[in-house]
């Protein structure tokens, strides 16, 4: 693959690295903030979180303020978003009791160790985002709840960097692979149709 043509692909390693740098630059730290809190009995009960494809860390800094000596874990192919969160945002533990790690990847997780597993808009962008899901689930603990948030516009999605186009038949389908009882709530509502635009999708493994 050419320089050029990993700038532009969003499967690619440089293509995020790349916005990072630049979200870094202009201060733009995302975080799905309020819309958390309807989960907020979920992170609490679970004493370890994960965060696949966390980016730079604004959905555990919003967790890990409202929760306790819970254990943090970030994993983001960006080496970029790990030094900022690690250095600039997080760091390795707070006044809370709260713990935190970074990961490239899922390899160095236990199978079956993590209680709570969250990837917030991520596997839009993902290509090979099958292979991904089930390494999550086969991370989850039993007991423990693997909840992924994607958009839901099919067709009408045509966000340049979203290489899959979910709807929430298809998303049902697919976590339903996972668990016989498939949880969703609604994240955004499209501006202009007020039609349902993200979704959160969740299952807990027996």
Avoid: C
């Amino acid at each position: 693959m050419s320089k050029i043509a990993k700038l532009l692909n969003p499967n690619t390693k440089q293509y995020w690295e790349n916005i990072y740098k630049k979200n870094i630059d202009q201060e733009q730290i995302r975080s799905d903030g309020d819309h958390l809190l309807k989960f907020m009995p979920l992170f609490e009960k679970a004493d370890a979180v994960l965060d696949f494809g966390g980016g730079l860390g604004g959905n555990l800094k919003f967790i890990s303020g409202l929760t306790q000596n819970t254990r943090f874990i970030l994993v983001d192919h960006s080496e970029v978003s790990l030094d900022f969160v690690k250095n600039e945002l997080l760091g390795e533990k707070d006044e809370r009791g709260n713990s935190f790690e970074y990961h490239t990847s899922l390899e160095n997780i236990p199978d079956e160790s993590i209680p709570m597993l969250i990837s917030i808009q991520v596997l839009e962008h993902i290509t090979e985002y099958r292979q991904f899901m089930d390494q999550l689930w086969a991370k989850t603990a039993p007991g423990g709840v693997m909840m992924i948030s994607v958009p839901v516009k099919g067709i009408r999605d045509r966000h340049p960097q979203h290489v899959n186009k979910f709807t929430v038949k298809s998303m049902f389908k697919l976590m339903s692979a996972y668990g016989e009882i498939v949880h969703i709530a609604p994240r955004t509502y499209s501006r202009r149709s007020g039609i349902l635009a993200t979704a959160y999708f969740y299952v807990d493994k027996p």
